[in-house]
């Protein structure tokens, strides 16, 4: 079965970087890509971006461009996402999602969307 | 703020049929999909695509869409069925950027 196992949880300073990561099993890891979303105690989602574990590429939420980095080790079929000079409203719970865009532009059956996600990891800023 | 519209709340009597709403422009041209968040836990797809339910996802959920409006539908809400609601689709950029609904709270009375 599909499975994304996610770090444990982080407690950063203000002006840190935080990374996460991704462990998918189940299935081919190669053939789908990996989106990261977040949620900000009692807040909405937001996506933050997507990384293909076909070819490596990226796309991420106008509004992180140039804080976050998002990258993958195909050898452990593992996700990470990174964010850098953390603030207070960093902080959320993230999580990473399989995503059926497996390169830019390309969605398995036509339609893109995130069918199993990790269980989560809270990111605490705090000085 | 979000280019996908949803009603932040809506409530329904148990048994009875709701409709949950997105709205945006890039619906004219891309599918939603839907999740379910209950407190707590990670968000689970319900409906992708045109109106496709993953395996394991109860037959009382569908999806359609017209014009800029995507929707779901529950007929004959369980009592399980009340959390958060969100909506997902490509942003109006063209960049094959996401964005999410602001989300709606569902009650089921």
């Known amino acids: 079965q599909v499975q994304l196992v996610q770090s444990g949880a982080e407690v950063k300073k203000p002006g840190a970087s935080v990374k996460v990561s991704c462990k998918a099993s189940?299935?081919?890891?190669?053939?789908?890509?990996i989106s990261w979303v977040r949620q900000a105690p009692g807040q909405g989602l937001e996506w933050m971006g997507w990384?293909?574990?076909?070819?490596?590429?990226?796309n991420y939420a106008q509004k992180l461009q140039g804080r976050v980095t998002m990258t993958t080790d195909t050898s452990t079929s593992t996700a990470y996402m990174e964010l850098r000079s953390l603030r207070s409203d960093d902080t959320a719970v993230y999580y990473c999602?399989?995503?059926?865009?497996?390169?830019?532009?390309?969605?398995?059956?036509?339609?893109?969307?995130?069918?199993?996600w990790g269980q989560g990891t809270l990111v605490t800023v705090s000085s | 703020s979000s280019e996908l519209t949803q009603d932040p709340a809506v409530s329904v009597a148990l048994g009875q049929t709701v409709r949950i709403t997105c709205q945006g422009d890039?619906?004219?041209?891309?599918?939603a999909s839907w999740y379910q968040q209950k407190p707590g836990q990670a968000p689970v797809l319900v409906i992708y695509?045109?109106?496709n339910r993953p395996s394991g996802i109860p037959d009382r959920f569908s999806g359609s869409s017209s014009g800029n409006t995507a929707s779901l539908t529950i007929t004959g809400a369980q009592a399980e069925d009340e959390a958060d609601y969100y909506c997902?689709?490509?942003?109006?950029?063209?960049?094959?950027?996401?964005?999410f609904g602001g989300g709606t709270k569902l009650t089921v009375l």
């Open positions: 990384i293909s574990a076909y070819n490596g590429n990226t």
């Open positions: 695509g045109k109106n």
């Open positions: 999602a399989r995503d059926t865009q497996r390169y830019l532009g390309y969605c398995s059956g036509g339609s893109c969307y995130a069918d199993y």
């Open positions: 890039s619906l004219r041209s891309y599918y």
């Open positions: 997902n689709s490509r942003d109006s950029s063209g960049n094959h950027l996401r964005v």
């Open positions: 189940g299935y081919t890891f190669t053939s789908y890509g």
